[in-house]
T-cell receptor
C-alpha cells in the first residue's frame, strides 16, 4: 500500500474551516483514501473515504486531486471537540490499516 | 457509539496473571480485528478473523491468544505478559473482507502490565 505524508501538527480557530492535507504520491489505481481521527485515549473514529471523486458526509468533505497524489480533509466549522489526531490512510487490502503518525489538530477558542 | 464495544476499558495485571479482553460488535459484520497501539507508535495489526476463522496473525507472541466464537464476539486471552505489552488494545470490525471495506473501531482497552 502507498505511504502517506501529513504535517505533524496544525492549529485552527473555532468556527473556521480546518483543511488537513495529505500527500500520497505513490497511490495506485485501486487504492482508497481513508481518513480517521483519534481523540486522546479513544479508539479511532472513521470520518470519510474516497477513491477518485470528492466526497462529503455529515462530518467532513474529502477533496482528492485529479492525479490522486494528494487529498485534503475539510472540517467546515471546527469545534473544540474536533481536537484530535487525524490519520490519512491509503489502502487496498481490507486488513491493512496502516496508521502513520497523523496530524495533531488543535482547535483553539 | 460505533457499534463496537470493548470490556474492560482499563486493566492492570501482573506478569503472572491470566486475563481476557472482550470485544462485541452490533453491526452484523463478518470480519473482526485486534490492534495494538503503544505509546507514540502507529497502530499495529495483530489478528484478523473472517467468518470466525483466523486469516492473519502478524507474528504476535503466543502469550496473546485470540478466540472468535462467532462473528459478533472476539476475545484476546492474555497470559504471562511483559511490561512492554502495556498499550491500548483496539478491536475493529468490517462488513466483509473486501477491498476498501471501512473498519469501525471500539473504544479500546488500556492495559498496564506491572
Amino acid at each position: 500500500d502507498a505511504k502517506t505524508t501529513q504535517p505533524t501538527s496544525m492549529d485552527c480557530a473555532e468556527g473556521r474551516a480546518a483543511n488537513l492535507p495529505c500527500n500520497h504520491s505513490t497511490i495506485s489505481g485501486n487504492e482508497y483514501v481513508y481518513w480517521y481521527r483519534q481523540i486522546h485515549s479513544q479508539g479511532p473514529q472513521y470520518i470519510i473515504h474516497g477513491l477518485k471523486n470528492n466526497e462529503t458526509n455529515e462530518m467532513a468533505s474529502l477533496i482528492i486531486t485529479e492525479d490522486r497524489k494528494s487529498s485534503t480533509l475539510i472540517l467546515p466549522h471546527a469545534t473544540l471537540r474536533d481536537t484530535a489526531v487525524y490519520y490519512c490512510i491509503v489502502r487496498r487490502r481490507h486488513n491493512d490499516m496502516r496508521f502513520g503518525a497523523g496530524t495533531r489538530l488543535t482547535v483553539k477558542p | 457509539e460505533t457499534g463496537v464495544t470493548q470490556t474492560p476499558r482499563h486493566l492492570v495485571m501482573g506478569m503472572t496473571n491470566k486475563k481476557s479482553l472482550k470485544c462485541e460488535q452490533h453491526l452484523g459484520h463478518n470480519a473482526m480485528y485486534w490492534y495494538k497501539q503503544s505509546a507514540k507508535k502507529p497502530l499495529e495489526l495483530m489478528f484478523v478473523y473472517n467468518f470466525k476463522e483466523q486469516t492473519e496473525n502478524n507474528s504476535v507472541p503466543s502469550r496473546f491468544s485470540p478466540e472468535c466464537p462467532n462473528s459478533s464476539h472476539l476475545f484476546l486471552h492474555l497470559h504471562t505478559l511483559q511490561p512492554e505489552d502495556s498499550a491500548l488494545y483496539l478491536c475493529a470490525s468490517s462488513q466483509d473482507p473486501q477491498e476498501g471495506e471501512t473498519q469501525y473501531f471500539g473504544p479500546g482497552t488500556r492495559l498496564l502490565v506491572l
